[in-house]
């Protein structure tokens, strides 16, 4: 992680007419990895299979804006960049009852949910289904999964029609390539935020009774 930040804070922009080497960071994050493909679903994918419907992002951006902005860690993503943003995420309204992400499959894609309440649950090996928290608006899902390539953890099921903005690994990949600072000054803020919850998960169980 600090690798990635260190290389998109000295990049710099390209010059006119000037040609440089693509990011395909996470695009080609899964390459090499035994990943049985039938479990790596991307976006575009899961989209049609939960019924997304695309939303005009102009005002989508404005909501996500309003809701960082009261973010005690994103709001240090300045408004003016989370207007650029526009250009990289998809916008969607999901209906009711519908697995965005489902534990133990591989996704390229992190969703912020805008409207609406996302449950967030997890089997345990022994069985046992924990509600481990209910998203709100304004909360990142799938991000460990966009940033370490690894298996979702757990399922994020939309308890009511949910609208969510949507970033890719080929999403991430153009800001890389484009905005650098943005993708830079993106990323340490997932991972702080990503930090912040796997502690609190980790609190809640160990104070399981055993």
């Not at 998809?90 to 009852?97: E, I, T």
């Amino acid at each position: 992680m600090k690798g990635i930040l260190e290389f998109l804070l000295n990049k710099k922009e390209p010059e006119p007419g000037a040609t440089t080497p693509d990011s395909v960071l996470f695009t080609t994050a899964f390459n090499g990895q035994d990943v049985d493909p039938s479990m790596l679903v991307p976006w575009d994918a899961r989209a049609v299979e939960v019924g997304a419907k695309r939303l005009a992002s102009s005002s989508s951006v404005k909501l996500l804006q309003n809701l960082w902005a009261k973010d005690k860690n994103m709001e240090h993503l300045e408004a003016a960049s989370i207007e650029r943003m526009e250009r990289f995420c998809q916008f969607a309204v999901v209906p009711g009852g519908r697995d965005i992400i489902r534990q133990g499959e591989y996704g390229n894609f992190m969703v912020v949910l805008l409207k609406g309440t996302i449950a967030i649950d997890r089997l345990q090996p022994w069985g046992e289904h924990l509600r481990l928290a209910e998203a709100k608006p304004g909360d990142i899902l799938g991000e460990m999964s966009l940033l370490d390539s690894g298996m979702r953890f757990s399922a994020c099921t939309t308890l009511d029609d949910c609208e969510i903005a949507v970033l890719s690994a080929e999403s991430m990949d153009d800001m890389m390539n484009t905005d650098p600072r943005l993708a830079a000054s993106l990323i340490a803020l997932l991972a702080r935020k990503l930090s912040l919850r796997l502690r609190a998960i980790s609190a809640r169980f160990s104070d399981r009774p055993n």
